[in-house]
């Protein structure tokens, strides 16, 4: 059986974790699967092995890792023959999903989620079957003093917390369980073993 490829690139960690879990959860359900970050990727990589890809990226300054720009252009083609997703992990997308903010400030998050898929999508030609977002983290412990402040600010803003003293996990894990489900449901069956009747139904 071929591997799923989880391809992945992340800045501070969060995507990491969500390409390892995704990971996982395919093995949980007997299939194969390969968890690699894009950066740095073989110039020899081929898709050739896999049988379906997970490509995961997270957001900064609205757009996608650039690494994974350049990794969906080169490799578009190949992407289109196979089932594959899309994860994209972003602040915006806990925006979204908070149910104590107004519907207003989760309609403009929303917005924002769809904008930059729509503008990543664009910038690649790429279909993916299933495009997921999924929110990230902040990680204070990671940033240096003077984006943790940029970052606590942005967080007042979007209603998130903003105790610096601990990382702040906004990921559902279960939206990634949905991803990997309908991803096996895009797999070919397997080619069914040959029919042997029994000998009271030979004619
Ligand atoms: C400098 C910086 C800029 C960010 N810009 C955005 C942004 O424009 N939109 C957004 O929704 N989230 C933004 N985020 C939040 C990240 O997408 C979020 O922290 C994500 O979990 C990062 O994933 P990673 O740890 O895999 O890099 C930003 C985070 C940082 C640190």
């Known amino acids: 059986?071929?591997?799923?490829?989880?391809?992945?690139?992340?800045?501070?960690g969060q995507t990491g974790r969500i390409a390892a879990y995704i990971g996982e959860k395919i093995r949980s359900h007997d299939f194969p699967a390969t968890v690699l970050n894009a950066d740095p990727i073989s110039e020899n990589f081929s898709l050739t092995p896999y049988a379906a890809a997970i490509i995961a990226a997270s957001v900064?300054?609205?757009?996608?890792?650039?690494?994974?720009?350049?990794?969906?252009?080169?490799?578009?083609?190949?992407l289109q023959q196979m089932p594959t997703a899309f994860v994209s992990?972003?602040?915006?997308?806990?925006?979204?999903?908070?149910?104590?903010?107004?519907?207003?400030?989760?309609?403009?998050?929303?917005?924002?989620?769809?904008?930059?898929i729509d503008d990543f999508l664009a910038e690649t030609q790429w279909r993916p079957a299933i495009v997921r977002p999924v929110a990230g983290a902040l990680m204070y412990s990671k940033y240096n003093f003077l984006l943790r402040m940029v970052m606590k600010r942005i967080a007042r803003r979007a209603g998130a917390s903003t105790d610096t003293s601990r990382d702040q996990v906004f990921t559902k894990w279960q939206d990634l369980d949905t991803v990997v489900e309908n991803l096996l449901r895009l797999l070919p069956a397997p080619a069914s073993a040959p029919y042997h009747p029994p000998m009271g139904e030979i004619a």
Do not use: W
């Open 1 to 12: 059986m071929k591997p799923i490829l989880i391809l992945y690139a992340s800045r501070e």
């Open 60 to 78: 900064h300054g609205g757009k996608h890792e650039r690494e994974i720009v350049r990794f969906v252009k080169h490799y578009r083609d190949a």
């Open 89 to 116: 992990v972003s602040l915006s997308q806990a925006g979204v999903q908070d149910e104590k903010a107004t519907s207003e400030s989760r309609a403009k998050a929303a917005a924002d989620v769809q904008r930059m």
